[in-house]
C-alpha cells in the first residue's frame, strides 16, 4: 500500500473506500445493505471496494444468518483503524499548513 | 499533487458520513416543543377535571371515595395518560420522519435501532412499574418513576443522537428525585419535566441545528 511522504494513503484516494472506514471506525460493524444506503453506491460497485479492503487487511468480514437470511456485516480491523488514523491526521495536516 | 480543495472535499465527506452513521440527526426540535405543549394540555385537563382544580397533591384526597369512584378515577387516568403518549409520540415521529426527508436522512438506520433499544430498556421497565405501582395504590411513586425512567432512558439514548439529549436526561432525573423529596408539588413536577423542559429544549435544538 503507497503512502506517500506526507503521510497520504494512496488506497483511501477512492471516496467509497474512505466513506467504509469512517463508518467503520465509529461503529462496532455495519452490515452490507446499510453500508449500501449510507453512502449511496450500488452493490456491485461496493462489493468490490469491499473486497480490496479485506483483501489489504483493512476490514474483517463476518457471515452469519438471521433466521434463514445471511446478513454480512463488516468491521474494521487494528491495522485498518491505524492506517486510516495516519490517513487522517496527514488530511489534516495538509490543510493546515497550507 | 492534487489540490488542496481535494482534501477539504474528502475530510468533509468523512466528518459527514461518520456523523450521519453514529448518531440519530433526524430528531426534530418542533417535536420536543409539541410533546412539551400536549403534555401540559394533559395535566391541565387531569387537574380540572379529576382534582377540582388543585394542582397540589395534599394527603387524604382519596381518603373520602369509595372504591369504586377511586377505580373510575384509575381507568378515567390512564386512558388519558395513554392519549398523551400517543398523540406526543405520533407528533413526534412525525416531525421526526419530515426533518428526515428534508434533510435527505435515513430514518431506521442501525443506529435508529441501537437509539431505540437503549430507549425502549428503562422505559419499558419504568412504564411496568409504574403500572404496578399504580395499582397497588401506592400513587406517590408514580411521578417520579416516569420522570426518572424517562431521564434514564434519555441518558442512555443521548450517545446516539445530539448531545443536548443527555443533558436534558440528567435534569429529568434530577426532578424526578425532587419530586420524591417533595410529593405534594408532584403535578408541578411533572409539568415541568414533561412540559416546561420539553418546550425549552425543543427550542433548543431547533434553533440550534435547524435554521
Known amino acids: 500500500m503507497k503512502v506517500d511522504i506526507s503521510g497520504l494513503n494512496k488506497f483511501f484516494e477512492s471516496r467509497i473506500r474512505l466513506g467504509v ?50 446478513n454480512t456485516s463488516y468491521s474494521a480491523t487494528e491495522n485498518g483503524e491505524k492506517l486510516f488514523r495516519v490517513h487522517l491526521k496527514a488530511l489534516e495536516d495538509i490543510i493546515r499548513n497550507k | 499533487m492534487e489540490n488542496k480543495s481535494e482534501y477539504i472535499e474528502d475530510l468533509r465527506v468523512i466528518k ?29 385537563i387531569a387537574v380540572f377535571a379529576f382534582f377540582d382544580g388543585k394542582f397540589l397533591l395534599q394527603g387524604g384526597y382519596f381518603a373520602g371515595k ?40 435515513r430514518m431506521w438506520t442501525p443506529v435508529s435501532k441501537r437509539l431505540l433499544v437503549n430507549l425502549m430498556v428503562p422505559l419499558v421497565t419504568g412504564g411496568l412499574l409504574i403500572i404496578i405501582f399504580y395499582f397497588q395504590f ?19 439514548a443521548g450517545k446516539f443522537t445530539y448531545n443536548d439529549v443527555f443533558y436534558l436526561g440528567l435534569i429529568e ?33 431547533y434553533r440550534k441545528y435547524e435554521r
Not at chain 1, 50 to 69: A, C, H, P, Q, T
Open chain 1, 21 to 70: 472506514m469512517s463508518i467503520l471506525m465509529v461503529n462496532d460493524s455495519y452490515d452490507f445493505n446499510s453500508l449500501k444506503a449510507a453512502l449511496g453506491v450500488t452493490d456491485g460497485n461496493l462489493a468490490s471496494h469491499l473486497k480490496s479492503l479485506e483483501e489489504n487487511d483493512l476490514i474483517r468480514v463476518n457471515k452469519k444468518f438471521i433466521g434463514k437470511k445471511p
Open chain 2, 16 to 44: 459527514k458520513v461518520m456523523e450521519e452513521s453514529s448518531r440519530f440527526l433526524s430528531l426534530s426540535g418542533l417535536s420536543g416543543l409539541f410533546a412539551g405543549l400536549i403534555a401540559l394540555a394533559g395535566a391541565l
Open chain 2, 66 to 105: 369509595t372504591a369504586e369512584s377511586l377505580l373510575q378515577l384509575k381507568i378515567q387516568l390512564s386512558v388519558l395518560s395513554l392519549l398523551v403518549l400517543i398523540l406526543a409520540l405520533g407528533v413526534s415521529l412525525w416531525l421526526s420522519y419530515r426533518k428526515s426527508v428534508r434533510k435527505g436522512l
Open chain 2, 138 to 156: 401506592n400513587w406517590q411513586l408514580v411521578i417520579p418513576s416516569m420522570l426518572i425512567f424517562y431521564g434514564l432512558a434519555l441518558v442512555g
Open chain 2, 173 to 205: 432525573i434530577i426532578t424526578g428525585i425532587a419530586s420524591v423529596i417533595f410529593p405534594v408539588y408532584g403535578i408541578l413536577f411533572w409539568c415541568f419535566g414533561f412540559g416546561v423542559l420539553h418546550i425549552i429544549y425543543g427550542l433548543l435544538l
